[in-house]
């Protein structure tokens, strides 16, 4: 049967950690079957088999499983059929699948990932088009972009340095000599578009990859460099510090939307398998993403929540990779993880949620250098303080009556008609947005900014949207969560958006009511235009248009910035909280470039 063989070119590609023998093949055999209750004959079955300077394995069987939209508990049984093929070659394995998947202790035991820059090398080749690519933020902060995926025919011609440099490429599709290619570097999965192929032409797409995989310091496309760049942990702890951590909560969420070869979360009560409802996710996701700070100086580290001091994890420097040690949270402890395929309960491969985020390496680390993330199990180095942050300040400017600035949105009474000339809210109508001609009160509710202003002069229309924040001084990120949040998210609503217009005329008219508190204070600070809608609708079509994303704080100061910036050029070590805010800012700005925007922060001098 294995003659009638028909897959498409495509394959997760491993190092060989521990020489193969038919032995630990055959053990691997059976304890698939095993795995799904398997007790008939095989429909094939090969050990090791050779074909000029390859070895490859295969087997195919029959089982049963509850079909993925019925309850486990079901007794109706859809009969699946399950297939699995191993390719070696000079020191790597090609695996492909199909319903069945290699247990992680085999996987841990005889493979090791590939290094991100031998993908690179083999895919992203000098002279490749990339046309898709789905991307990972390599900031920390749960209100930062998580990913993002463009698709373009060059995206060499759509996406430029400054809308790249704070993401680690996750998947791309390349054009190279007429033939399209995908990559996953995280998991080694490479794949060639063609027609379905037999035995024969899969083992030679295996053994091509591979003699790619193989080439040391392969030539990469211009592209890809303008990304975050691959690093070896080594290189990374010779130099830093880890100093904080998170865990990626995208892959958790992806593989618990899989249907098919997905996993579920569960509890045992008395030994019996409960899974989680969607409350108890939601929760336990929040938990999972908060950012922790790294301690101690040892192979074996700490995490605590740096707002209560609570241990929550511990993590562990190896060689090549970052281990998840511990996950101390009662909320964690009892979780376990199963597959999708199995009965609730049943799974004989249940692991630990501890186990299964390790062992997908769902660890974000970031380190003393502010240049350098852990994600996906491999460390990325950006490059964009080369210039000692400088264009990292360019960002700010400043606002002196910040100085004075006592609380967010200042006290309301009946009679006011302003608002308070010590709150960031008078300090944006009096001061930073004072050369707007149109300026729009929008907060609450709804809101797309706390106030959006629109000037049209001196040959340049722009479209500000302001975001207001009140704080202590610090060089922490804490206070900016909700801040980039809010501006990311209404990053679209800059447009001005046709069908969301007219119920904001009506809010724009009114006058502002704060909570618990009417006022007399027009939400059209500002008109030069007798008919608002229609200068709206102008500026939005205006060719020459610029929009700009200002969050304005008075928790910062911008000398103080550049101080801890040319300190940390200078050898010292910068704080977590630092290291936090500076990628969630920077993801920030970038988040504004990709859609055509400046991202801009207004600050105490």
Not at 344 to 362: A, F, I, K, P, W
């Amino acid at each position: 049967m294995i003659d009638d063989l028909s897959v498409p070119t495509s394959a997760n590609f491993h190092a060989i950690r521990k020489k193969l023998s038919n032995k630990a093949i055959d053990d691997l055999f059976v304890k698939l079957r095993a795995n799904h209750g398997v007790t008939s004959q095989n429909e094939f079955k090969f050990t090791r088999e050779q074909i000029d300077e390859v070895r490859w394995s295969a087997i195919c069987f029959k089982y049963e499983s509850a079909p993925s939209f019925l309850e486990s508990t079901t007794a109706i049984r859809e009969h699946l059929c399950g297939f699995i093929l191993l390719i070696e070659h000079q020191g790597y394995v090609a695996v492909l699948s199909s319903r069945l998947s290699l247990p992680s202790s085999f996987k841990t035991t005889h493979f090791s990932a590939v290094e991100t820059a031998r993908v690179e090398g083999a895919i992203a080749k000098t002279d490749a088009v990339f046309q898709r690519m789905t991307m990972r933020n390599m900031s920390i902060s749960p209100h930062a972009m998580r990913s993002k995926t463009v698709d373009a025919p060059d995206l060499a011609n759509v996406v430029g340095p400054a809308g790249s440099r704070r993401y680690a490429p996750r998947t791309y599709s390349v054009i190279a000599n007429g033939m399209q290619s995908t990559a996953t570097p995280s998991t080694g999965r490479i794949g060639v578009r063609s027609a379905r192929a037999d035995l024969q032409d899969v083992i030679n797409f295996a053994k091509n990859v591979i003699e790619e995989l193989r080439v040391d310091n392969a030539d990469v496309s211009p592209f890809i460099r303008s990304f975050a760049r691959p690093m070896s942990l080594a290189e990374a702890l010779e130099s830093s510090e880890p100093i904080a951590m998170a865990i990626d909560t995208i892959k958790l969420s992806d593989a618990l939307e899989d249907v098919e070869e997905g996993i579920k979360l569960v509890r045992l009560d008395d030994d019996v398998a409960v899974e989680l409802s969607a409350d108890e996710l939601t929760a336990l996701l929040e938990r999972l993403g908060r950012p922790l700070n790294i301690e101690g100086g040892d192979r074996l580290r700490t995490s605590v929540d740096p707002a209560t001091g609570e241990q929550c994890a511990s993590i562990r420097l190896n060689k090549s990779r970052i281990a998840l040690r511990s996950l101390s949270s009662p909320q964690f402890s009892d979780v376990y993880v199963e597959a999708t395929g199995a009965a609730l309960g049943e799974d004989t491969g249940r692991q630990t949620l501890r186990e299964y985020l390790d062992r997908v390496n769902s660890l974000i680390v970031l380190f003393e250098d502010v240049r350098l993330a852990y994600i996906d199990g491999q460390v990325f180095r950006d490059e964009t303080l080369v210039d000692g942050g400088e264009s990292f300040l360019r960002h700010f400017s400043t606002c002196p009556p910040l100085v004075a600035v006592t609380s967010e949105k200042g006290q309301f009474t009946a009679a006011h008609t302003a608002f308070d000339g010590t709150s960031s809210f008078g300090a944006i109508v009096d001061h930073i947005a004072a050369a707007d001609p149109i300026l729009l009160c929008d907060d609450l509710g709804d809101e797309w900014a706390d106030f959006i202003g629109v000037s049209d002069g001196a040959g340049e229309t722009r479209i500000s949207f302001y975001h207001a924040k009140h704080g202590e001084l610090s060089l922490g990120a804490s206070t900016f969560h909700v801040s980039v949040s809010q501006a990311v998210k209404n990053l679209g609503n800059m447009f001005f958006p046709e069908e969301r217009i007219a119920s904001k005329l009506e809010l724009w008219g009114s006058t502002y009511n704060a909570p618990n508190q009417a006022t007399q204070i027009d939400r059209t600070i500002r008109s030069n235009v007798a008919d608002l809608g229609v200068a709206l609708r102008r500026a939005r079509a205006a060719p020459d248009v610029r929009r700009r994303a200002v969050i304005v704080t008075s928790s910062l100061s911008r000398q103080t910035l550049k101080e801890e910036l040319t300190a940390i050029q200078g050898g010292q070590r910068p704080s977590p909280s630092f290291v936090q805010l500076y990628w969630l800012l920077q993801s920030f700005f970038s988040a504004c470039t990709e859609v055509g925007a400046t991202g801009a922060v207004v600050c105490q001098p």
